[in-house]
């Protein structure tokens, strides 16, 4: 739907954030400022959706130019994400008729969310009240997770970081293992994040450049866990190399689909929390074969890792989001911008964009050639793949020894509704 007169700009950020979701925010504000002609006031939703359900809007025009650029090099989510699922609207019409509540009178026309799979399905939704409810809003998404598993880009901003950080991560404690290995620690185990999808434990991969390099067992959720199996290949290592490095995602699992960990809760999507396969493999190479071991889980420290971002994360970042603006104001809606990779080598890539019913709720998993035969490690195929999406650096400024990350005002924008919403 093409808009005809200027109206506000609604941007949120949604699901676990990452070392570049702010490179995107940054790529959506700067872009929608200079499009002045399309678009008036640009707005954030603090904490995400809840901030537009409870008319919580930041105003960036408050925000200095300097600030706002400053968000491209500055971790997290400056404004504040959620993990929050609405419903579909024969369920919970309230949601979405608040929502359009709030659009309404901060006369919001283009709302673009920077999210995963499950908020490409939240994307959509809102791109579709438009139609059913009587009040049209462009929506784009702005593809992100550090998960790397929404299908039709060839990588999701975040991605390209947490790998370059675990990558870094397992070559750097595999040397500290194996000065170690003839009198104390042989067995490091490191978990990474990927739910469901193995992207960055195949990252883990890249530490390693000919055989017998570390890490020699990658442990994807992929392909089942079998107990036997991985304690043979981890004794061989240990008898030939040494020592043994193994990197765990979080989501491997049994094949009865039992996670090796849950911790026990579960978000507003369902999804368990995961966090804890470290210490369970740690704990059969204890039982089993008596090596002293480390483990350590990456968490939180892999996703927010900016002082270590791969420069071609930041710039894919950015750019999703400028893209965003750029196919709203062209009136495009429902839509979420893709990276296409256009040469492997040197790698060239540009942006497209595609559906969001083709994104929402699908998960791209780590495909079978790209995983050795044996289910332990990666091939030259994922290697050839994986490698670009590493490369650069892109430090981000220090002051006294630190990164020198922003915070934002966060001024917040007058309400306008009498009434309230509880979420
Ligand atoms: O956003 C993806 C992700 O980073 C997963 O890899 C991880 O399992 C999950 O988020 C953790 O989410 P939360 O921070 O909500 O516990």
């Not at 050795?372 to 195929?381: N, R, W």
Request: overall charge positive; hydrophobic content about 40%.
């Amino acid at each position: 739907m093409k808009h005809t007169g200027r109206q506000n700009a609604l941007y949120a950020q949604s699901g676990g954030v990452s070392a570049v979701i702010n490179a995107s925010a940054c790529g959506v504000i700067e872009t929608a400022m200079r499009r002045s002609r399309h678009i008036g006031k640009v707005y954030v939703g603090r904490d995400g959706i809840i901030g537009a359900l409870t008319e919580d809007l930041i105003d960036v025009g408050r925000e200095s130019a300097a600030t706002i650029r400053a968000l491209k090099h500055t971790p997290g989510g400056a404004f504040g994400s959620a993990r929050f699922k609405l419903k579909g609207l024969e369920q919970n019409r309230a949601e979405y008729e608040r929502l359009i509540e709030v659009f309404r009178a901060h006369d919001i026309g283009y709302f673009f969310y920077n999210g995963g799979n499950d908020s490409m399905d939240t994307a959509l939704k809102v791109s579709q009240i438009g139609e059913s409810l009587g009040y049209p809003v462009t929506c784009v998404g702005v593809p992100k997770t550090v998960d790397n598993d929404l299908p039709h880009t060839d990588c999701c901003p975040g991605f390209g970081s947490a790998a370059k950080y675990v990558a870094v991560s397992t070559r750097e404690a595999a040397l500290d293992v194996t000065s170690m290995a003839r009198t104390s620690t042989k067995v490091f185990v490191f978990e990474v994040m990927g739910r469901h999808a193995g992207w960055i434990a195949a990252a883990g991969g890249l530490a390693g450049r000919k055989p017998g390099d570390a890490p020699h067992i990658i442990l994807f959720p992929e392909i089942p866990f079998e107990p036997e199996r991985f304690l043979e290949r981890a004794q061989q290592c240990v008898e030939e190399y040494g020592y043994c490095v193994v990197v765990v995602s979080e989501g491997a699992a049994y094949s009865d689909g039992r996670f090796l960990a849950e911790a026990g809760t579960r978000d507003a999507f369902g999804h368990a929390q995961l966090g804890g396969a470290a210490p369970v493999i740690a704990n059969m190479i204890r039982e089993r074969l008596g090596y002293k071991y480390h483990w350590a889980v990456a968490d939180y420290l892999q996703r927010a890792a900016r002082h270590i971002a791969s420069k071609v994360d930041v710039e894919q970042a950015y750019a999703v989001g400028k893209a965003a603006v750029e196919l709203a104001v062209k009136g495009t809606n429902a839509v979420m911008p893709t990276i296409v990779r256009k040469r492997a080598k040197p790698y060239q890539w540009t942006i497209g964009h595609v559906p969001l019913s083709e994104v929402a709720n699908q998960e791209k998993k780590v495909p079978r050639e790209f995983i050795t035969a044996d289910g332990f490690g990666i091939t030259a195929a994922c290697r050839r793949y994986l490698e670009p999406l590493i490369a650069g650096e892109a430090y981000p400024p220090y002051r006294d020894g630190l990164p020198d990350y922003v915070r934002i005002k966060g001024a917040p924008v007058r309400r306008k509704l009498k009434t309230t919403f509880k979420v």
